[in-house]
């Protein structure tokens, strides 16, 4: 395993002065009276919780750094020499372009996507607001879904509402559908999130019938964390703003010793926090058929890294419910909302909770049950993780949930335009390299235009990027599965992987590399007539 340093790291701007570091705490294993920093204890010791979190907070996300013994680079994708599944096995016909990567999900209502991948949930994050307009046209003319995370609505600053307390209008929402809307092409979708927050607030209600709204996802956590989603606000009003709507605020603006710290600069900023949901199946179909009397269409859950015990009752309850779509979050997970360390040490990670997740809808399905549409998250970012996903779930994982891997490209993409703007000293070599002009740098450019004609000089740079990016992603596998001989994402199996130690054959029921197709091999073999055989021999 790599070196894990529990008391510095970059994700919280801190530093061990020792080269010497104890393994399991972190601490500097010569710690001096006198030192001058910068550990997580020295500055935990005068800035206290803000050490619970990536910084500067609000700006960036950050992806836990924790290296397991197993995960996905543990296996390998298989490519075969014969056969040609999906496609007439001729060599000028099976060429990988010639692969489809569309996929679909969903009961009755159905979901089609141009690649089998959609983004996290990109809710109230002030990373995910100020780029919104570049995700969400980025998901749009990549035929992808986009899942609009929690709180949208309950943090928005021009949020109204009616006389019982529900959201009558949400300005920040209507932007976020609109921006999506705008350039759908009829692949992909975009959901919802709902948590505790969200449903007292109503805020399903508000989407469906004044925004249009067709599919809402639940959610009961996500690989990052096992707490609701945090943000950080930098006023005094904002913060009593939004504990007088319910939120969860700390420390305490209300208290008079709070307000004196931050009169005098000891404070500067506050958390607003969800609350924890709990789940009870009487009460998860309850809610499921409540959205659907709405006018929801289709009704998806998303769940994290809990224990087996609460993933069987996510596919449970899902397959009696008949949702849509369930997303499966495996740890260590990437965000711009969670604590740092519940980052890197909570949960259960990614291969575990997936190879879990194949083995239950397995059994669930051997007892004549339902098994749900599957879409699988946790820290993928490549062609080969897509791949390897909908190998390892087959036949029941139909995407794979992406959260930085795509908010990436996006902030690239819009920062390009302001450096070609000349801000920030213009253009760094990085991507002057390449060129001096939007048409230049970015590749796929002018099949835009090609597609939407003078108005791609209207799209925001981000949602470009993303295009780019996820074209990259799209070629990618097209030539995985074109080496695994399957020309259809339907067709990707479990057999398609193998797992490179004994360890990760043990946790996913893969073959071990060794014993992958070692009975076809040894029929080949065997069947040699046995006067050919002697006659070698002799």
Known sequence: MNLHRPNANEALQTKNRSRSVAPQSGICSRCVDGCKGNCDMFNATFRGRELLYPT???????????????????????????????????????TFPAVSTETSFGVANKVKQKIPMFTGALGSTEIARVNWEHFAVGAAITGISLVCGENVCGIDPGLEFDKFGKVKKAPDMVRRVEAYRRYHQGYGDILVQMNVEDTRLGVAEYVIDQLGAETIELKWGQGAKCIGGEIKVHSLERAKELKKRGYIVTPDPESEAIQAAFKEGAITEFERHSRLGFVDQEGFMAEVERLRSLGAKRVTLKTGAYPMREL?????????????????????????MSPWRMMCEWGIPALHLHSMTHELCRRLEGRGGWVPDIAFAGGFSAEDHIFKALALGAPYTKAVCMGRALMIPGMVGKNIGRWLAGEDGGLPSTVSKHGTSKEEIFVAYEELRDQFGSEVDDLPLGAVGIYTASQKLRVGLQQLMAGARKWRVDLIERRDLAALSQEAAQVTGLDYIMDAYRQEAL????????????????
């Open 312 to 336: 069987a009752m996510a596919i449970r309850w899902s397959s009696e419910a008949k949702i849509d779509l369930l997303t499966i979050d495996g740890a260590p997970g990437g965000t711009g």
């Open 56 to 94: 500067p907070f609000g700006e960036i996300t950050a992806g836990a750094d924790k290296d397991y013994p197993v995960d996905y680079s543990h296996l390998n994708i298989m490519g075969y020499a014969m056969g040609a599944a999906g496609c007439e096995a001729d060599p000028d016909r099976a």
């Open 523 to 538: 029929e080949v073999i065997d069947s040699l007539p046995n006067g050919n055989r002697t006659a070698q021999v002799a």
